[in-house]
């Protein structure tokens, strides 16, 4: 009476529990629901519009595309003017420097000149003439100003200005009126011959005092100034292009959404929203987020409990679901609300990947539709976003549907990926109507969002080391026979070993008919009789032709000989860290049974008295899941299979539906999801695989001696 009373009350509080997780998992997700509310038309750019007559509730602008706005942007960096700083001190200091190094460099190049025109007198006035010329050119040069345009990586372009300031005062200039250190070079030699044309002695002279030394660059690039200007034209550009007035018709129903209507429906969507989010709404937008979220998590919790209760019943498991959904709704409103990367870019097909390794892919993809349909809400362009992530879930579903090789993600991300790309492109010539205006830029956050889907494999390994869950790759890798256990078995208990091969071909054949988990099945029948190698001679198939170790002792000792394999097989699992789903399938493959064939002997041979029970039995429990039972079945056919005389179809029959009833009578199939329909077909398996295995071999006739 205590016990059932205890079992209520702790079923209680765990449901307690588990309705508190969901009321948190949607009260976070409210909580990053946006504070404006969502426009209530559905539309999309291409199709008619299936609403009625839309007349304009107020009056807003009509806002400028982002393609508009980028080209005046482009437009503003193209014709942008930058700002140098004339530093006035430059100029003069060179000059003076050439005065002072004038004399020596003159002479220098009156002995050069004198070389190349030995019959042309140099005058005396000429000192003096050079040296005010010479002054002249620098003086100008310097006017101009010297620029350096690396400093801006600004192109030397005919008809581009810059803007100088001296002395606080700016001033336009073109390109062409100011100098760069090469172009000053040249100038000098060019205005030299064309101020002496019939003196080249005088030209050579001047050249070869050199004045390029003294030309540096005086205009400096001012980018605080620049940067400034630049930003303040950037922020002036107008976001808006005309107006609508209140009581404007917008469209009417039949017409067809073209570039002009979608920018003016997606200019009133944005004011919309923006206004719904005022206060005065505040409170009955914030009551309608909340029965949405509700009734989502609502109708997951019902899935749940209709058709993967098991789930629910875990604190831990259902932490996990949550847990997952949560991680993708709150991503994607941070993503939503900082718009600094598009939404496409987050890999939501991650979901139902990890959900599917460790469950089944309808619950993956349920939950997956649950959570895109939630972050609906948030996305902008909700039914093409919907539309999208649907086929990409489902098409991570069909091409995962078992992860055994790393590969195998590879290829889906391949899947996946495409799929994006096709369905946006299907979309945008919908919308658009014509191919050259799709935003080839979207593929690149499909490309990211395929790169970042690669982070699933090494997740899967922590949620599983976390949670303690089981994935198929976990399976796989224990699925080798020379694992430290099945290698320890094979070695001691080479009989056991057969028998637990045999075994597992029997289960996961008989798995997968019933839409259980073969793979997971056919592991744990491989681990099942792994505590048989603490006395493996106290079992038959490892007997041979040896004695029988239960000669000479008691049928109770015996008995509990048998029975020590269960215990012995958990201590195993223990030692080598074997996860909780795999050592299950040690415990219960004989459930509550008992070891009839010793509990007879000692009940015959005490003439009918009964001995303790509790001594003959297995310490259990029974078999709770779909896979544990195929197993108790599989384990007892096959070694009874071994006992038959003759291997006709009827014989083997008839030892399956006597072993299974047995079971069944014994009530060892009552906590596993498994029907008598199941229980039917898991029969037919075991009949047909016993026939193929056990079946008449030819008799190969003998050569005759001649």
Known sequence: MMKNYYNRASRQTRKIYIISLFLFAAAVSIYFFPSQGKFKFEYQKGTPWQHDDLIAPFDFAIYKTDADLKASRDSIMKNFKPYFKLETDIGPAELSKFMLEYHTRFRDASVVVHKLYPRTPLPDTLYGYIREVSKDIISLIYKKGVVDYSEVN???????????????????RDVEEVFTQKVAYGYINKKLRKDFPKDPHLVALVENLKLYDFIVQNLIYDEETSLKVRDEQMNNIPATRGMVQSGDRIISRGDLVHDEKFLILESLKKEYEATFGSRIYTRYLF????????LAFTILYMFLFNFRREILESFQKTSFILMMVLIMVVTASVVVKFNQVSLYLIPFVALPIIIHAFYDSRLAFYIHIVTIMLIGFLAPNSFEFVFIQFLAGAISIFSLTQMHRRGQLFEAVGFIMLTYVLTYTALAIMQEGDILKINYYQ?????GNGLLLLICYPLIFIFEKLFGFLSDV???????????????LAEK???????????????????????????LTRVGALYHDIGKTGAPGFFIENQGGNKNAHEGISYEKSAE?????????????????????????????????LVKYFYTKSANENQGLLPDIAKYSYPGPAPFTKETAVLMMADAVEASSRTLKEFSETAITELV???????????????????????HEVKQVFIQKLMNMYHARIEYPVMKKY
Do not use: C
């Open 154 to 172: 600004m192109e030397i372009q005919k008809g581009k200005t810059l803007v100088v300031i001296r002395d606080n005062v700016a001033e336009n």
């Open 287 to 294: 009551a309608g987020q909340v029965l949405v979220v509700l």
């Open 443 to 447: 593929f690149l956050w499909f490309v």
């Open 474 to 488: 976990s399976l796989i890798e224990l699925s080798d026979t020379n694992h430290p256990a099945l290698r320890e």
């Open 493 to 519: 208990a080479p009989g056991t070993f057969h028998h637990v091969i045999q075994v597992a071909n029997l289960a996961e054949a008989a798995s997968r008919k019933i839409g259980g988990n073969p793979l």
């Open 561 to 593: 000989m048998i029975i020590q394999h269960v215990h012995h097989g958990m201590e195993l699992a223990r030692k080598y860290k074997l996860p909780k789903p795999i050592s299950d399938f040690i415990v219960t493959h004989h459930g509550t049974g």
């Open 657 to 679: 539906d006597r072993i299974i009833e047995s079971q069944i009578q014994d009530k060892q199939f009552e906590e596993a999801d498994i029907t008598f329909k199941d229980i």
